[in-house]
């Protein structure tokens, strides 16, 4: 099983700052099977970034998606107060699915 | 539009199973695969497996091999998810979660489920 680790766990940042979370895998994973999710408390996960680097339908451009192999990130641009919300990375390859533990970012 | 409407919450004694459904409408059922994800109370998603609808083909987490099924219902446009010998760990948020088209790789969920809340409690 292909384990996801993320960091840091959480952030406090500023409206308008500018962010990296991190997710690396115990193993390589092809860019095609790694997907982003924001969740926000009593939701179910939105997709925000699948193949790496692809945003899905409707996510603002702030949001970007990159890296390969065991090291992936995303970045947002410009802080608003509605991204305050938990990011997980999930990759989906064929050798069975896996979440990482999440990135919790708060906005002050 | 999209939309995956899945059956109500449930209260099982440890032991027991259950079986949750996803009714999906607004496109071609059998072209996109279903994940299955489950979210444990304060934790993170944990993957719980998919079907590919048009086969019935499954795949499943290793953890939970031999306690889970996922099977269709072409018919009704339905996918189901049973999982037994329910112990208290089980507790969890169950998600459905349209996947990528049948014949290429798994895809991410871009559209959910509202959640099944199934709680294993004597």
């Known amino acids: 099983e292909i384990v996801l680790t993320q960091s840091p766990g959480t952030l406090s940042l500023s409206p308008g700052e500018r962010t990296t979370l991190s997710c690396r895998a115990s193993?390589?994973?092809?860019?095609?099977?790694l997907a982003w999710y924001q969740q926000k408390p009593g939701q179910a996960p939105r997709l925000l970034i699948y193949?790496?680097?692809n945003r899905a339908t409707g996510i603002p451009d702030r949001f970007s998606g990159g890296g390969s192999g065991t090291d992936f990130t995303l970045t947002i641009s410009r802080l608003e107060p509605e991204d305050s919300a938990v990011y997980y990375c999930h990759q989906y390859g064929r050798s069975g699915g896996t979440f990482g533990g999440g990135t919790k970012v708060e906005i002050k | 539009q999209v939309q995956l409407v899945q059956s109500g919450a449930e209260v099982k004694k440890p032991g027991a199973s259950v079986k949750v459904s996803c009714r999906a409408s607004?496109?071609?059922?059998?072209?996109?695969?279903i994940h299955w994800v489950r979210q444990a109370p304060g934790l993170g998603p944990e993957w719980v497996g998919i079907i590919n609808p048009s086969v019935g083909g499954t795949s499943y987490a290793q953890k939970l091999q031999g306690r889970v099924t996922m099977t269709r219902d072409t018919s009704t446009t339905t996918a189901y998810m049973e999982l037994s010998s329910l112990r208290s760990e089980d507790t969890a948020v169950y998600y459905c979660?349209?996947?990528?088209?049948?014949?290429?790789?798994w895809g991410a969920g871009e559209h959910w489920g509202q959640g099944t809340l199934v709680t294993v409690s004597s």
């Open positions: 193993q390589s994973v092809s860019s095609i099977y």
């Open positions: 979660a349209r996947g990528g088209a049948v014949g290429a790789a």
């Open positions: 193949g790496a680097s």
């Open positions: 607004g496109y071609t059922f059998t072209n996109y695969y």
